[in-house]
């Protein structure tokens, strides 16, 4: 079956735009990630739902980073007012519920360059 | 406070040479540990979990407790080998993975 599915791949935002970033889990998946990833570096955590319910948000940066997941599927990322340091390359992950046999499996990522 | 730390920022082995990948984490009660991989314009996967102890192509990565590492190994490299390894120690109820910077594996022929 289909992966874990991210759009755009690439947006450029001046400094000051709101961007909305897309995450379609693989269907019947219970949890969801985001991470961010800045150049050079390893994936951060931002934020965790399972099903509809965001049960962590530890990660998210400032206030300007939002994320929803209404349904318990899709879920978007939302990034206020964007500044330059929000440049990274932002990767959402599913899996089937939690626990340590439970593997992530992770979308091809968008890539946000914010000018 | 969670820290993983992998030292080699970058690592570059001949095929059949043996590698060894560093892993040293700090963590509050005891982590699961996992080692995710990267292949030159695919997605990030998972690798191996210890929990399982399980060796996938050829990898296996020993938890030394007391030095509090989790090194990935293999004996023999493969060209097919390079790539962006990340380790990554995971606690707490939801097992969210802390991944460290990674270490880029350049096998040459």
């Known amino acids: 079956g289909a992966g874990v599915s991210q759009s755009p791949r690439y947006k450029v935002a001046k400094r000051g735009q709101d961007v909305a970033l897309r995450c379609d889990p693989i269907?019947?998946?219970?949890?969801l990630f985001w991470y961010q990833q800045a150049l050079g570096q390893g994936p951060e955590f931002l934020t965790y739902?399972?099903?509809?319910?965001?049960?962590?948000k530890s990660g998210l940066p400032s206030d300007r980073f939002f994320a929803e997941r209404p349904e318990g599927s899709v879920s978007t990322l939302k990034i206020q007012r964007t500044q330059q340091e929000d440049s990274a390359v932002y990767l959402c992950a599913s899996s089937l519920s939690t626990g340590p046999l439970n593997e992530q499996f992770f979308g091809p990522g968008t890539r946000l360059t914010v000018l | 406070a969670q820290r993983v730390t992998q030292p080699e920022k970058l690592l570059s082995v001949f095929k059949g040479a043996p590698v060894e990948l560093k892993c040293n984490y700090s963590?509050?009660?005891?982590?699961?540990l996992f080692w995710y991989v990267q292949y030159s314009r695919q997605r990030l996967q998972l690798l191996l979990r210890h929990i399982s102890r399980e060796s996938i192509k050829g990898f296996t990565a020993d938890l030394n407790k007391g030095e509090t590492s989790f090194h990935l190994k293999k004996p023999f490299a493969q060209e097919e080998d390079s790539a962006m390894y990340y380790c990554a120690p995971s606690a707490g109820g939801s097992y969210i993975p802390t991944f460290g910077r990674g270490t880029s594996l350049i096998v040459h022929p």
């Open positions: 269907s019947g998946h219970v949890s």
């Open positions: 739902f399972q099903n509809e319910a965001q049960l962590d």
């Open positions: 963590y509050s009660g005891s982590p699961e």
